[in-house]
């Protein structure tokens, strides 16, 4: 065994609670010696080079150096290789000393996906964290509980409503779509993630007139809404905008928290003058996870550290949209949003990107009642204007949480009537509202 | 012809000076409707959603829809597709109006690579701005001439070390290791990407005990030396970690700038207070650009944008060593980062990893004098120590300056000698130095 395996493979780790592990993916040639290859990456990531050099010192090794916990070949070749066979893959894990980076996000990824993301096929699936890295983060500051006593809903799956179009228009264009998207029973209103502060619709200008249309209905109805204004800006004017939002009146913010930066998400939440709830956009995400091969997963960049970093609302690509994506991962994402995880808020799931009505049933029943029904194109795009595709959306939720199937709740509704005339119903419906019921 | 697509195909735009034009790369299975899938592309990715909505009105599509300016198919077929291909590659070129997003790269990112980056197979290539989008960023501060007045020295290729181990060692140890580094000849020092400011090695004091070598090492010699220290961390906190590194005496900066997110990168280049070089570290970069399906390019991640943000020098990889990358890619970013671009100074290229005395005449070659070759494991780990480490990289310059092979140079030069018969020579060495001398 060469020397480099010799100091990274470690069979028991000391000290468990200082290590965060890391799973990756790898393919490598048919050739390839895969015990010195992943302790090689072990050692680069962590203390050594490509050269030994004098003072990493054995002492230093042992406190420093990323672990080899594992490696798994997939399959799990035991007689022979088959002789075709030109990569192998392999499933293997990491224990990086928390020490070395500390509890931040940047030194974090520079460590476990740094300069390795730059080896070929190889991406990082997911990280596990000791408590002591943990808590230090404070993660979402209301999450779904904190969000629901802020709109007085305790229990029903809520509508959000991206405006459409996406940008182009007007604050007083705008408002006109806010106020018909929360007369049709919207929740939460969100800016699209392509409008921020353009000259032709300034933010100041929209949080104004928008949060008039939310007292304004609320002085008639007694409802309450969200808008989450888009204040994504570079890393040092997030703040700045934040704050100018909070003076004009917004009751909550929404950032594109992977081109401003991760943590300038985290900075926004963790900061005690920024009291109302964060809504994380996921653009930008599939430039780090689509590939099989390389990148990270979007269990991570969209569950795991968007949550650590604070988001209270995290919007990811639904699997019956427009976006291709992977029912398991939406899953997976999902539940670990809502799940028991230390001391952090559970942060609501909110599914977008062609949710419509037909879909409410399946993704009710996928994630249960907290979760946030993103819908853009089928409330300002319904047959019968943006009022009724709110209450078409909102009609589909009540008909799934009680067990009702949408095509006979819309006999009743003529708004969900045009909404799956426009647009169809979903094959598996009858099965998702089945589940419901379970 | 789909209505979508009339909207969004264009022959001829107005105002070109108001657009970024974005080029992708798309694969789509034989039977799509190419002119109809990247027109919506284009209207989803500014104006619209999969659905017409309301005040998506002609006038506000005419003046803020993305232009489809040119579809390209790889090959070009013409008279048939043939029988047996299943997937079809294209490139294509979108016009976006620079007004949807300003001036500023978490929404120029979140327009031109947000939501269409989960896409399946579709990468974006370049960007070409107008200037008027330009016009509002600085760039870098000193660029290559502004480092070279600060080191005093008008030519030659620069030397920069990374101090190896990488992480782990007090900052007593770096300080020694620093010293050493300079005795041999280094121009400038960057701590390694993996260490910022953790307990056992704090910033501060590193600052302190190194610029403390480097005024002596300048008292001695008269050499000048930077040193860029890794001040990575949240967003919100990189600027105050380089207040802290400036008042310690730091006289350069170094950022993981894709981990911290690049406008920390740019807040810092733009912040009139900050006037020390900045290094940008690419770590991280390959989560972005390692798929040639998704993502988007090396040459945008590592080159325009680093260089728009303001980063006085890039390191990125060389092809010569551990990381496998093109040398088209090499040189493409190389030179970007050097040409003539408006008002913007040229950025320092530095290629990394594994580089060691016998590719220094390639590199020269390749990025000409005004190059940073960045040697971390060739200096500390050189058989002789790191002083002759140093050295010997040193000696491989001169010579490569002289059109000296390196072989012949070691003859008068035991460093490079041990350094040739350590890690040996490489073989089109010949090739280059008849280059230099061209």
């Known amino acids: 065994m060469s020397e480099l395996a010799m100091l990274a493979l470690h069979e028991q780790i000391e000290e468990e609670g200082g290590y965060v592990i890391a799973t990756y993916y790898l393919e490598t040639g048919r050739g390839a010696d895969i ?50 066979l030109e990569a192998r893959q392999f499933i293997f894990q990491l224990a990086y000393p928390a020490v070395n980076f500390g509890p931040q996000i940047p030194m974090l990824l520079s460590t476990v996906i740094g300069n390795i993301s730059m080896s070929g096929k190889l991406k990082l699936l997911d990280l596990k964290f000791p408590k002591s890295f943990l808590k230090s983060f404070k993660g979402p500051k209301f999450g779904t509980q904190g969000i629901r006593e802020l709109l007085g809903i305790p229990e029903r799956p809520l509508l959000n409503n991206m405006i459409k179009p996406c940008t182009g228009y007007t604050p007083e264009v705008g408002a006109r779509l806010f106020s018909q998207a929360i007369r049709g029973g919207v929740d939460i209103v969100k800016d699209d993630e392509l409008i921020a502060d353009p000259p032709f619709c300034p933010m100041v200008e929209r949080v104004k007139l928008y949060m008039a249309e939310a007292r304004r209905y609320y002085e008639e109805t007694g409802n309450k809404v969200l808008y989450t204004v888009n204040i994504t800006d570079r890393a040092d004017k997030v703040k700045e905008n934040a704050k100018r939002a909070l003076d004009a009146g917004a009751n909550a913010l929404m950032i594109n928290y992977l081109t401003a930066g991760i943590t300038a998400l985290q900075s926004l939440a963790e900061d005690p003058e920024i009291n109302v709830p964060i809504l994380a956009h996921l653009d930008f995400a599939g430039t780090m996870y689509e590939s099989p091969y390389s990148g990270l997963s979007s269990y991570l960049i969209l569950g795991k550290l968007a949550r650590l970093a604070g988001a209270d609302i995290v919007v990811y690509p639904s699997p019956f949209g427009k976006f291709p994506f992977l029912r398991e991962r939406y899953l997976q994402i999902g539940h670990h949003l809502l799940g028991k995880w230390l001391h952090f808020k559970p942060t ?14 399946a993704i009710i029943r996928d ?13 300002h795009g319904h047959p019968m204007g943006p009022v009724a595709g709110g209450k078409a959306m909102r009609q589909a939720i009540d008909a799934a949480l009680q067990g009702i199937p949408i095509r006979e709740a819309a006999e009743q509704h003529p708004e969900l009537k045009s909404a799956i005339e426009a647009w169809g119903l979903m094959e598996d419906e009858e099965q998702a509202l089945f589940e419901i019921k379970q």
Chains 1, 2 share one sequence.
Request: with cysteine; proline share 12%; net charge negative.
């Open 35 to 84: 015990v010195k290859k992943i302790s090689a990456i072990a050692v680069e990531q962590t203390t050594g080079t490509w050269v030994p050099v004098p003072e990493e010192t054995p002492e230093m090794r042992e406190k420093h150096v990323a672990k080899v916990v594992g490696i798994y070949e997939v399959p799990g070749h035991e007689f022979e290789v088959p002789g075709n």
């Open 367 to 379: 994630l249960g009642k907290d979760c946030i029904l993103g819908a853009g194109g089928a409330i």
């Open 348 to 361: 609501f799931p909110m599914p977008g990107g062609g949710v419509m009505p037909a879909v409410v049933p």
